[in-house]
């Protein structure tokens, strides 16, 4: 129970911010106590990563007033709310590639006599003491996204921040990191930090939380301690409406009729150390779900498929596109031949910042017709086929102009999926399709799963998150240490036997 009498870490009264004419928040009232997680809940474009960086420096708002421990606070940038105890880790990370992590930790901080010997020494120490299996001496480039994660949490919190904002923390983490993750925000906690909370998973909200505010159009629709919620309750509020999320996405899928030939058959596949002799099929009008933990292999895979990675020259198997032996030099080949692979991590591969939606589906369109006649004779079909994927993917922007960059994280994930499937292709392959999505959205995304299994297609889903597998899945495969290991059927199994197959 948080006590009403104390002053607040942070507070934030009557904040708006408006971009162009369109406020993406309006008349916030907001507060965080020491010690306590108060978590911010709301579907994509509700305004809480607008007020997360609002808090932490990143954006200025329009009118309103932020209070750090009960005085006026203006901040012009990041390192104005730094200074003021304030970091935030954030969805989509910000560390720079070509540096090493213990660089990165260090990053803003150097001293004249700053060696890398004691930086990667002070590094080590850090990642020991919060238990994260990263090696500081690894470039930030090379890591996994869950790692990169972990070095944007160990960045925080080595920084002496008192208050620190996680916005989706665990979207790439496996259960037992996230769970490791829960006990580290714990920990901090009771060591009296303030910390804000923003998950797309209710239950992590649920189970976590101290408060929990809903927010919905820019607006805070409630605020209540996290003991008087249950999750229908917080649909309830998030999107306005009486929201039954087993009737808005629908049952499993298994048992879906499919061909006697497969689209995709992959044999023996093997590329560098990451995937090991690794073989599926996938077949029209099916999805197939590919499990497994953070490394197993799976997305590799699926990137030798598409042409982004390589397999071994030598003795590194056989892929088969419909019938037909493929090896690629580039990805603009498979994009050729029907191929349309969603990368896990949108802001790196997923979509150009700086377009907005529509331009960015349109230059999907061009990847996979450039050098035909019709690009210059049919411009406005192809700006009504724009228009009417920026339609079927419910895509919302704060404004008609506004770079995907700036959207919420829904948004730019809607955006890199209309991007892949308007180049009409055969094969799709979704990785992480759901990461940073609210509950809404994560509906309307299952339903075009199965709208393009229904159309004919073979659609090969890649997901850390258990029950997403279960509920979208024709079959599923479970990846571990870069092999096939196991094949399940949805009907019978069960999260803890994904589980226990992927992990033993």
Known sequence: MVKCDQ?????????TKYYGRTPAMADIDFSVMKGEIHALVGENGAGKSTLAKAIAGTVQLTSGSIYIDGATSCFKSPADAFARGIAMVYQEDSLIPTLTVAQNLRLGRETPLCKLRAISRDAQELMHSLNFDVDPTDYCGALGTAKRQMVEIARAVSRNARILIFDE???TLTPEETQHLFRLLND??????????ISHALEEALTLANRITVMRDGKVVICDEAVNFNRDKLIQYMVGRNFHVTEKIGGQCGGRKRNAEPILRVQNVIAGSKV???SLSAYEGEVLGIAGLVGSGRTELMEVVAGIRKRNFFKGGMIYLDGKSIRY????QAVRDGIAYMTEDRKVAGFYETMDARENIYMGWLHGNTGRWKVLYEQKRISETVRVWVQRMAIRSIGKRNKVIE??????????LAKGLIQEPKLVIMDEPTRGVDVGAIAEIHRLI??????????IVISSYLPEILEVSDRILVARSGQIVAEMDPKTTTQEEIMYVAVH
């Open 7 to 15: 002053v607040a870490a942070v507070e934030v009264r009557q904040a």
């Open 169 to 171: 923390p665990t979207a």
């Open 188 to 197: 901090l906690r009771d060591r009296n930090y303030a910390l804000v909370f």
């Open 276 to 278: 090991r002799n690794m």
């Open 329 to 332: 030099r580039v990805p603009t």
């Open 407 to 416: 959207l919420s994280g829904g948004n730019q994930q809607k955006v890199a």
């Open 450 to 459: 199965r709208e393009l299994a229904d159309e004919g297609k073979a659609v």
